[in-house]
């Protein structure tokens, strides 16, 4: 699915202003400013996209995973390098590990980083859509993205993904970050042409 530049322009927009929510709640999670940058925005059939994810996250990385359910459906992904996530959870926690891994309490506070997110996105698409949408609890993968979003791929019909790229900044420190929104083809398009709508009331307006 190929988007014109004024549906890139409108989605990376609505995004915006989920990460704007997002950004707010971590700043009362870590007691301290932290900024998401505008995201760039695009979205890839899944036979696409694992070539398209290959380029963004290398090696392994941390993947904070929910279902969500209603008018609309399918799979929410927050996904950082494992080293990022590494970095991002010392500072939010105030700890620093030694080993370069994900203690236990590193891995739960890194679960409520991906929770704050994905609920943010979900339910701003949720707002925009005027659906009520429901979260499963979120899980946490570490490895390599591919072999995590392979498995998806093959228990689930999702044949789009929104990919949002982005960096969390805090203390002088900035992480890059993608999130993915995985839906079939109707659900998708149904989006985008409400995400439309969205921006040419704001311009009429």
Known sequence: M??????TDALSELTNIA????????SDLAGQRVLLDTPSVAVYETSALKDALSKLVEGQGATVHLDFTGPVSGD????LDHADAVLLVGLLLG?????GRLSTLDQEALVEVGNILLNAC??????LLQANIRFS???LYLGAL???????????????ALVASTTIGLQEIAVSGLVLVMMDATEMERLIHAVENMAHRMAAG
């Open 2 to 7: 190929k988007l014109t530049e004024h549906q």
């Open 19 to 26: 990460f704007g929510r997002a950004a707010a709640s971590f």
């Open 76 to 79: 929410a992904l927050l996904v």
């Open 95 to 99: 700890t620093q590990s030694a080993t």
């Open 122 to 127: 979900l339910g701003t698409f949720g707002n």
């Open 137 to 139: 609890v979120p899980n």
């Open 146 to 160: 591919v072999s995590a979003t392979e498995t998806w791929f093959k228990a689930r019909t999702l044949r789009h």
